[in-house]
């Protein structure tokens, strides 16, 4: 396992502007969360993809928000018209139903920073 | 509403004796139970875990322990060492569905030697 990994580490955007995040999961994994952590708070829900279909949205996910898994493997998070509030550590997880354990495996994270 | 809650921001304990971190959850429909250790600038990564269906689960220095009825996990690291300062979270998840991670706040931990 290479782990997951996400780029970029580290975007800093004026307010009003788009970013995209990617992330990249364990190869073997169908399953991939992303999540969001703010300052002083564990890591929060935002969405989960089984394979290339989205399957549940958190109602932090505003529809400034859209995420993406073609094909099922790397999956993209796109916020747009950015906020002050949407900064915050991005992160993304992976995992498979093909286990008899349930962890998630967590990449590094995207840390973004609106201005 | 704050589902999982870790009541301690910060623990402090001496390099070699035993460090306890709790985790409280009020959804009694959770069924699997997991803790993450973080660094800084690196996301969590994944330690123990248990199944509602028991109450203990132990790995090397690290066991975590059930208390249903209670609604409490706790976390029990013996010995323990320097590298094991970090902020740790408890997360709690329902097998069905998604199995999404709902977590605490986290507790950071620091060892002194």
């Known amino acids: 396992d290479t782990g997951v990994s996400q780029d970029p580490r580290h975007k800093i955007t004026k307010r009003g502007q788009n970013v995209t995040f990617r992330c990249d999961p364990i190869s073997e994994h169908n399953r991939l969360y992303w999540y969001r952590q703010t300052l002083g708070q564990g890591p929060e829900f935002l969405t989960y993809?089984?394979?290339?279909?989205?399957?549940?949205k958190s109602r932090l996910l505003s529809d400034r928000f859209s995420a993406e898994r073609p094909k099922g493997s790397f999956s993209t998070l796109e916020i747009q018209r950015t906020e002050q509030g949407d900064s915050a550590m991005y992160l993304c997880?992976?995992?498979?139903?093909?286990?008899?354990?349930?962890?998630?495996?967590f990449g590094p994270g995207t840390r973004l920073t609106v201005t | 509403d704050q589902q999982v809650k870790q009541n301690s921001p910060s623990l402090s304990v001496q390099e070699g004796r035993i460090s306890i971190l709790n985790c409280d959850y009020t959804n009694s429909m959770f069924d699997y139970f997991l803790w993450y250790k973080k660094y800084p600038a690196e996301g969590p990564t994944f330690l123990i875990s248990i199944s509602s269906i028991k109450d203990k689960n132990e790995d090397g220095r690290f066991t975590v322990f059930l208390n249903k009825s209670a609604k409490h996990l706790s976390l029990h690291i013996v010995p323990s060492q320097p590298g094991d300062s970090a902020v740790y979270f408890c997360a709690a998840s329902l097998l069905q569905g998604a199995q999404k991670l709902v977590f605490g706040q986290g507790t950071r931990l620091t060892i002194n030697p």
């Open positions: 993809f089984q394979n290339e279909a989205q399957l549940e």
């Open positions: 997880a992976s995992s498979s139903d093909r286990r008899t354990t349930y962890e998630q495996y």
